[in-house]
């Protein structure tokens, strides 16, 4: 009995180092496909600033995970199905050692903001502006997430590296292809603007990003976008997103006239600038309409769209509007002038915050940067399009702004237009300031 008992004990031990070695060759052997594949392609071994494709950097188990996420920039979401010779046994290891907790996700505090746009179709101009203001304002570096259709990666590319090597120095960049669920492809994409659902899936993806910063493309930061992204210390700790109300005047707003499904508080939320705590939201159960079961984010997103898409008009919007409807503790709040458009200043003057401290971001919807029909707005985007790089900001951009602005007063925005400009003065002169205490 006891021969027996030694005999079995032997066979577990040859029988672990046996799946030591497996799982060891294995990873040595797509360690080494990897760098075949790379010199084969003349790739250099390190990961560019401007590339959205991850290059092993680990070996061993930690190699699988990096191969895995190389692969599939789902990584684990159950909504994309893995190419047939993706993963495999990696993934199936991966499955088995579990998932990361939150403190191994969240980044190294670096001091960058981070900041992602979706871009599709004729945004390439407008988003480069967006990013030219971000860079322009900011006194902290940034990271841009940049996901685009295929035929704009070389542009975005050309575009950025084409910035002064001064201007580069404070920014790094990203560029990402545009992925959706495989089975509602189409519909995904088509659900409201090209593309704009994408933000959906930003936790899914981005699985190694703490918290990040989502504008749309039609966003002018007339402040440092490290001012926003200071809210995340406003958080308690139930909030994981951050919008501003859609309306601040019932008697206009949207939502709550004509609806079809429910949306958050009195006038609904506006996604076009959403400040995410992104690990928190990949954790939280989110009650919902659908089930009395509490849904994870990645669970949540298909049924609801299966269930309200004859009812949302303004798409991925109206899909955050009912997620935080039934979940309102999750959302904070922040001021119309962190989301400043024309809805505000249209009618008369209806955002208060504004008013009285300036508009800190400006949201140029309904395509006012590019028609006549609200030229105060268009007048901000030109000015900053046009601007020089290196050149005197104050003499460059502001003066030439406000000169443009006072032909703008015979409309309602027109004449609001000094509350552009007062935020933007100051965030100039601070910039100039610490250029100079530098030099």
């Not at 027996?4 to 004990?9: E, G, M, R, T, W």
């Amino acid at each position: 009995m006891q021969c027996f008992h030694q005999a079995f004990l032997l066979c577990m031990v040859f029988t672990f180092c046996s799946l030591l070695y497996m799982f060891n060759q294995l990873a040595s052997t797509l360690e080494g496909r990897d760098d075949w594949d790379r010199k084969e392609r003349g790739e250099p071994g390190r990961l560019s600033h401007d590339s959205g494709h991850l290059l092993r950097k680990h070996p061993g188990l930690a190699g699988l995970r990096e191969r895995c996420k190389k692969l599939s920039v789902s990584y684990w979401s159950p909504y994309w199905r893995l190419p047939a010779d993706v993963c495999g046994v990696n993934c199936l290891l991966e499955s088995s050692i579990g998932e990361r907790s939150g403190s191994e996700v969240k980044e190294h505090g670096d001091g960058r903001s981070h900041l992602a746009v979706v871009a599709c179709g004729a945004r390439l101009e407008e988003t480069l502006a967006m990013l030219k203001s971000a860079v322009l304002l900011s006194k902290k570096p940034l990271h841009f997430y940049i996901f685009a259709e295929d035929d704009l990666h070389d542009p975005f590319r050309n575009a950025l590296d084409s910035w002064p090597r001064t201007v580069q120095t404070k920014f790094n960049y990203t560029i990402y292809p545009i992925t959706f669920p495989k089975e509602n492809a189409k519909e995904w994409k088509k659900l409201f603007k090209p593309c704009a659902s994408q933000r959906l899936f930003l936790p899914l993806i981005l699985k190694e990003v703490d918290s990040l910063l989502y504008v749309d493309t039609d966003i002018i930061f007339l402040q440092p976008v490290e001012d926003i992204w200071a809210l995340l210390s406003r958080f308690n700790s139930s909030h994981l997103a951050a919008m501003a109300p859609e309306h601040e005047e019932p008697r206009i707003g949207w939502y709550n006239r004509f609806a079809r499904h429910p949306y958050y508080g009195k006038t609904g939320v506006n996604s076009g600038v959403m400040l995410m705590n992104m690990t928190r939201l990949r954790k939280k159960s989110f009650k919902n309409d659908m089930t009395t079961v509490a849904l994870k984010w990645e669970e949540i997103l298909m049924p609801l769209l299966q269930k309200y898409k004859l009812n949302i008009t303004w798409g991925d919007q109206d899909l955050l509007n009912i997620i935080f409807h039934h979940n309102p503790e999750s959302l904070y709040v922040f001021p119309c002038q962190w989301n400043y458009r024309p809805d505000h200043c249209i009618y008369g003057s209806n955002c208060q915050q504004a008013d009285q401290e300036g508009v800190f971001i400006l949201h140029g919807n309904r395509g006012v940067y590019h028609d006549d029909k609200q030229p105060a707005f268009r007048a901000v985007y030109d000015a900053i399009r046009k601007y020089p790089f290196g050149e005197n900001m104050e003499t460059s951009l502001l003066q030439p702004l406000e000169a443009s602005l006072q032909t703008t007063t015979n409309t309602y925005c027109g004449r609001s237009s000094h509350l552009f400009t007062k935020k933007l003065k100051q965030s100039i002169m601070s910039v100039q300031q610490d250029v100079t205490q530098r030099r």
